[in-house]
């Protein structure tokens, strides 16, 4: 497949960027709800311990679905990463991954 440039399957981000910046204005994709954040994590949780080890989630990041990078599933697990424990507590965080409602950018 071929743009209008002939440049193959990429797309140059000048004409990226006016397209996600009108999506993102237009609130076209709307954040999920905390709740469904916290049911998903829950999902993950097979044991129902109420939380996640850092190896559980990385494992998770890096062989499901579209996997994480290496550099991004350890920003992902950091960020949430209790050092205390060792443990994420994604009933503790979900509201992390949620946007307040308020201007995107």
Same mark, same amino acid.
């Given at each position: 497949? /071929?743009?209008?440039? *002939?440049?193959? /399957?990429?797309?140059? +981000?000048?004409? +990226? ?9 237009? =609130? =076209?994709?709307? %954040?999920? %709800? !905390? #709740?469904?954040?916290?049911? #998903?994590?829950?999902? $993950? ?9 850092? /190896? /559980? ?8 679905? !579209? ?15 209790? %050092?205390?424990? *060792? ?9 992390? $991954? ?5 201007? $995107?950018?």
């Amino acid at each position: 497949m /071929e743009d209008d440039h *002939g440049e193959g /399957e990429f797309i140059r +981000y000048e004409k +990226y960027l006016p397209v996600v910046t009108k999506c993102i204005m237009e =609130r =076209r994709y709307m %954040p999920f %709800p !905390e #709740a469904r954040i916290l049911k #998903a994590f829950e999902a $993950l949780d097979q044991e129902k311990k109420g939380f996640l080890t850092k /190896e /559980e989630l990385s494992n998770i990041l890096m062989t499901e679905g !579209e996997p994480f990078s290496q550099d991004e599933m350890e920003t992902m697990v950091n960020s949430f990463l209790d %050092p205390e424990t *060792g443990k994420i507590d994604y009933k503790r965080d979900a509201h992390l $991954l949620v946007c307040d409602g308020g201007p $995107l950018l």
